[in-house]
């Protein structure tokens, strides 16, 4: 390490530590480009350099990408379920077939053809997990939020697309700086097998025939596993750059088995975002990219060695949370600002508009006569003749009505009538809302008020005959109530006391002009509407 000063990993927002079997090399990312690359040996001075590095590394995720030859791959197949159920049918394979680790993963790759349709899956593990063990204590020792535990090879299949190989049988071939040789072999597209060969200093043997003299090996080992689809050539990228790119020219020649696709590491870095690869014949910066820009889904790591990642993700939710609240308070708080103070404006335009036109009234009302009384008051006494003007009776209904029945009884004279107009008779009511009229019957409601007129008058020519009066009495009492609007009559004093309980004086010797029939009768009429005047 060239230094380990605090400020250099302060830009850092992205880490991927590649750990192979003898060394690990630490990748920084700022803004999707390499920042600082550190390398740190797996003995016991390169260990204690990774764990200064990480005492004084701000924090932030790590993803540990692994290069390792102690990983195996086993092609199977598991019945068609999901949920608890496959989990539990995976479980049962890695202890069968990987005892002694908890690194392993699985990889659906279709399903069968036959009538049960079984997933087809690549079962994968790192099969000595000591090889991780002594990187994974540091970084839970120092709580590095570790997003998770990846495989080289698996990471492979998204570079297929990269380079454009599509074909039914790809080998892809990497030199890595921390690990050697990779060749991983993909059937239509999903990894079926990977090998990790170690590769001689360069400079040291014949790079190009060493590294087709391994790609023989494997494709012999491939021809007798029948992986290699027998109706399409075996097509062979091999990433690298400048001088082994011009040795590889001259031992790479096309068959009808064998095609070859030379790919420089520039080139396919320039694809994934990469500026620059430091003009390295290594393709470690373009796998650590790869990881980098977009983390997939967790392949190896457990449960206890990602929890710092979860309260990671955690953390940066809330703060994400906080900080759209607190955006959303400041707009809301801005918005509200902004109407308190059109509102304040609006009241300050709304006094002073008041101010003027009381200060116009003021001067119209200094140049009007004297009165006695305030105009308030004066409307008020206005307000109050309106109403009683919109309730102003007249007697000539009940006038009528009097002549008219006096023209049929010659006999009856009238000495007075008192009149007066009310709008109920009475302050109580029956069941039905109806007024309780003189003779306890209900009044009807439909008239605007009544005029109540009491009769007093006496018969004229009277000789004594009081049972002839008082016939004569009743005689215009029936007659005044058959007519129409007449709500009652009431005779409230005959010419003689008919009472039960009422004493009887008087003289046998009749004196025509000392006799007097009188009487008196209350009359009420109901005023409609249309007979109020205005």
Known sequence: MTSLLKSTFSSADTRVLMIAAERAILYLFDSGEITQAYIFGSDDAGL????????ELEPGPLCILVDVVEEEYRADTIP???GADRKAVLQRKYARLFRGTRYHHALRQGRESGDRRDDRVLLTAITRPEVLTPWLDIL??????LAGIYSLPILSERILKKIGATGPNVLLISLQKASGLRQTFFRDGHLKISRLAHMPRLGSVPFAAHLMGEVEKLRRYLNSLALISRDSPLSIYILSYGQLLSELEQHCRDTDQEKFHLLDVDDVGSRLGLKQTGESHYSDLIFAKVLASKIPRNHYAQPEETQFYSMHR?????????LMLLLASAGWSGFS????VLLKQQSLDAAQKAEFYQQRFEMARSKLPATPVEPREIKTAVDAIQALRSYKSSPEPMLQLLGDALDHNQAVQLDAVSWSTEVTLDDEADDSGAGIGLDGLPIASNYAYFQIAELNGHLARFSGDYRGAIDIIDRLAGELEKRPNVESVEVLQYPLDVRSDASVSGSTTINEDRAVAAFRLKLVLGVSDGSQES
């Open 337 to 340: 600002f902004i109407e308190g």
């Open 314 to 322: 955690t953390r940066i939710g809330l703060a994400v949370a906080s």
């Open 48 to 55: 204690a350099s990774f764990e200064r590095c990480m005492t």
């Open 80 to 82: 068609h379920v999901s």
């Open 140 to 145: 839970s020792a120092h709580k590095v939020p």
